[in-house]
């Protein structure tokens, strides 16, 4: 019984290291996507998980793979599908039925949105600490 209990955690642990090498589809766990994604709690300052766990009862398109344990592996498409719904709840202020008619339509422009406005808030920072910079030699 011990030599089968040793034979499976080297299993799970050999098929985690698979995965984790696989090129260019590297699964993260449930917190890394969390960081990535910068989902913070902010009322206990601690990662919000569960958001990610709710994100995924509700939207079809994120696929985690689940293994013993119910730890949940999220690929590179899991990610990004998880980045566009988060940009369009929390960036573009859009309902959740909204979201889904987005994400479910054929013809969806959410990449082209996503990056016309990341590079405007590209933009915007580069503004603002231009003017920071000017106020700065105003005051010497």
Do not use: C
Not at 2 to 7: E, P
Not at 24 to 30: C, F, V
Not at 56 to 64: A, D, S
Not at 130 to 140: E, M
Request: net charge positive; no cysteine.
């Amino acid at each position: 019984m011990l030599f089968s209990s040793r034979l499976q955690k080297s299993l799970k642990t050999l098929l985690i290291m698979t995965l984790n090498s696989k090129g260019g589809s590297k699964y993260k766990t449930i917190g890394e996507v969390a960081k990535i994604l910068n989902l913070i709690d902010k009322k206990k300052g601690t990662l919000s998980t569960h958001t990610i766990r709710f994100w995924e009862k509700e939207f079809k398109q994120i696929k985690p793979k689940i293994f013993s344990g119910k730890r949940r592996y999220y690929d590179e498409n899991s990610i990004n599908v998880l980045k566009k719904i988060k940009y369009l709840l929390k960036e573009r202020g859009m309902t959740l039925i909204g979201v889904k008619k987005v994400l479910n339509s054929e013809d969806s422009n959410v990449d082209e949105m996503y990056n016309t406005t990341i590079r405007q808030t590209n933009i915007i920072k580069s503004k603002i600490k231009n003017i920071k910079n000017i106020i700065k030699d105003l005051k010497k």
